[in-house]
């Protein structure tokens, strides 16, 4: 599965792409405000895309047609990394179509249903993102939403990418790679906690003390 970091904070992207750790990221209108500070989202979306080496998805915010259309080529037209993100709307669809006969790769976003995600694969998204989480949050199976999209996709063989997203612990993580999503994207906190374990802690004291203690060099 392929990890996306859900953020728009640069400083946390530098650190995990250095490192090695992600294949994309996504941002949201309420990611980027929060990191845009006194920069314009434009600087921090480029600055962004020449950190990663993978799909960048950066999100409209008109909801009719044209202004999504207008905001999504202009999106598109910073960086070749750039993914549009749409919401699950009919407009929506309707950019999303589009942005496909144009080649603008599309992330549809903000999907609750198993059936609206079939018709944004039908509409020729690259990526469909259910909200795992915000679904979970109102007493409902999130991942259960993820594996119906998969099972829908496999039997009609639609080649949009099950992009599961608001994934809030390792435990998201992990369902989201058993019941195969083609991505997961999550907030930089859970990307740390997927590192860590307390035993390979534990276990790598234990080392270093033995062979402290044995005087010995490498
Ligand atoms: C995905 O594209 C969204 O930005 C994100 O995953 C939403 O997560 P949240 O529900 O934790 O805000």
Known sequence: MKIFLDTADTEEIRRAASAGLIDGITTNPSLLATAVANRSST???????RTVDGPVSAEVVATDLDGMLTEGRRLAALHDNIVVKVPLTEDGLRACRTFRAEGIRVNVTLCFSAVQAALAAKAGATY?????????????????????????????????????????????????????ADCGTLPPKVLHQLL???????????????????????
Do not use: N
């Open 128 to 180: 469909i993102s259910p909200f795992v989480g915000r679904l979970d949050d109102v007493g409902h199976d999130g991942m259960e939403l993820v594996a119906e999209i998969r099972e829908i996709y496999d039997i009609y063989g639609f080649d949009t990418e099950v992009l599961a997203a608001s994934l809030r612990h390792p435990q998201h993580v992990l369902q989201a790679m058993l019941v195969g």
């Open 196 to 218: 860590k374990h307390p035993l390979t802690d534990k276990g790598l004291d234990a080392f270093l003390a033995d062979w402290k203690a044995s005087g010995g060099e490498i």
């Open 43 to 49: 600087e921090v979306l480029l600055e962004i895309c």
